[in-house]
């Protein structure tokens, strides 16, 4: 591995451990706000309010905030992880 590749390497787990870290602590405070049931919204609508997230950023960056990103990044991870969850139920429904 080169050093360009070993600086790459080390710059996605930096970026990883950031969307990680970001999640996390956005849930948690959700969380402790009495904002849980996530689970529940499903996947499009944790796009869709990522993607309204990421419209205020667009049509107002002169008053974009670390907070629009930061729910944009967790709105996004819980989408994924939603959209998996669905992607295996339906495999097991197929299996069977």
């Known amino acids: 591995m080169n050093q360009d ?14 969307a990680y870290d970001t999640a996390h602590e956005i849930m948690r ?6 904002k849980a049931g996530w689970e529940t919204l499903g996947y499009v609508e944790c796009l869709r309010r990522a ?7 667009l049509l107002s960056p002169q008053r974009f905030t670390s907070e629009e990103i930061r ?12 959209w998996l ?12």
Do not use: F, P
């Open 5 to 18: 590749e070993k600086t790459n390497a080390i710059k996605y787990m930096e970026i990883a451990q950031l």
């Open 29 to 34: 405070q959700g969380e402790a706000d009495g």
């Open 51 to 57: 993607r309204a997230h990421i419209a205020n950023a």
């Open 71 to 82: 729910q944009t990044v967790c709105y996004v991870a819980m989408a994924y992880y939603l």
């Open 85 to 96: 969850q669905e992607q295996e139920d339906e495999q097991q429904e197929n299996a069977e």
